[in-house]
């Protein structure tokens, strides 16, 4: 007979400060345990080396669902009905708003059964230093309406949230057909309005190339979201991955970790792309000459092995005359990348000011 065990519940990690019981959160500002209820400090036990090498897993074997439990885990979520979002909850909070987009919604009692991560890049900007690199790239943008900028500046609170990764590693051997160009000139002599005149003229002399590059692989990122936009999530490149840390919960005490939405087939995919591009350039290069051409380039990948990673972003969503704004700061270098509104009566301003500063300058040019 088939099993009809239930599932396990997922577990619930809590880390009650030992000098009144309140939940201790990591604080990025101390690199440890921090009690907001009574300001106790505590240190992360057994916390991980920074230069401790995280394992990898087999991509086959994942694609198989072949992967020991232990690599598995279940959280409870709650999904956005706006923008699709997987927030991982704890069994307390019953209702929020999205961090991703401001959106107002319930928790449901739904879990997510995915691949375990694998490393974590512990935050190491704080809220309050997060708040001020948002700030200052406000105040860097021209006609952005001042009353978002008030707006975002009250000091509400950003979110800080583990966003999903996936890193692959891969050898590859790729043999290339082509062609390499070597410019020469020659002189050739024309006629103009009833004169001769020699001109230089470029030439390429192409010539036949094949060969085989070989490059392995490391850590090539590909984010795991659909949350936010892909130009955020790029912008905040690059990350320092040689700060990762083997996963532990209580790096994600007082923040929220979103479900990856993007699978691992479709990561890899996503990492194929990235890694064609690196080997057409080696291609390139080895092709040499002034130019080349490539007819074909025939790949194969082996030994791929991946890592599910969480990456820290502090959040803002503000809602401003209806419309959703984002920003997001990168949690580990402090970069800003935003959605900004336009002030139609400032770009109307400047434009006044042009005409006005034109019409200065063509009346002094005529005086």
């Not at 669902?65 to 959280?75: D, G, I, K, Q």
């Not at 010539?207 to 070989?214: D, F, N, S, T």
């Amino acid at each position: 007979m088939p099993d009809t065990t239930p599932p396990p519940p997922p577990a619930e990690h809590r880390f009650p400060c030992e000098s009144c019981g309140a939940d201790m959160r990591f604080d990025p500002a101390r690199g440890m345990m921090h009690c907001a209820h009574c300001g106790a400090d505590a240190p992360m036990e057994d916390a991980p080396s920074p230069t401790a090498p995280l394992r990898e897993l087999d991509f086959d074997t994942a694609l198989a669902a072949r992967l020991p439990e232990a690599e598995m885990e279940e959280t409870r979520v709650s999904q956005c009905p706006n923008c699709g979002a997987d927030v991982a909850l704890d069994t307390e909070t019953h209702a929020k708003e999205c961090p991703f987009c401001a959106t107002p919604v319930v928790a449901g009692t739904g879990t997510h059964r995915h691949i375990k991560p694998r490393g974590v890049l512990p935050f190491s900007v704080d809220e309050a230093a997060a708040q001020e690199a948002m700030s200052r790239w406000l105040g860097s943008l021209w006609f952005a309406p001042n009353g978002l900028k008030a707006y975002a500046r009250k000091g509400r609170r950003m979110q800080g949230i583990y966003v999903p990764y996936w890193t692959f590693d891969a050898d590859t051997r790729s043999r290339y057909s082509g062609q390499r160009g070597t410019v020469y000139y020659e002189n050739r002599t024309v006629m103009r309005d009833g004169k001769r005149e020699t001109r230089r003229v470029q030439k390429i002399r192409w010539r036949p190339a094949a060969g085989q590059v070989a490059r392995f692989f490391d850590d090539v990122l590909v984010v795991a979201s659909r949350s936010l936009p892909r130009d955020h999530t790029d912008a905040l490149e690059p990350w320092d991955l040689s700060a990762l840390v083997p996963y532990r919960p209580d790096f994600l005490s007082g923040f929220r970790a979103e479900g990856y939405a993007v699978g691992l087939e479709e990561g890899f995919t996503e990492a194929r792309g990235k890694m064609d591009r690196v080997i057409e350039r080696d291609v390139r290069f080895d092709i040499g000459g002034d130019r080349q051409r490539i007819h074909s380039i025939d790949t194969s990948v082996s030994d791929v092995t991946f890592k599910h990673v969480l990456l820290p972003v502090w959040l803002a969503a503000y809602k401003f005359r209806g419309e959703t704004y984002r920003f997001v700061v990168n949690g580990q270098t402090a970069r800003v990348q935003g959605e900004r509104p336009w002030s139609a009566w400032k770009i109307a301003l400047a434009v006044v000011a042009g005409l006005i500063v034109a019409g200065i300058a063509g009346y002094v040019a005529k005086g």
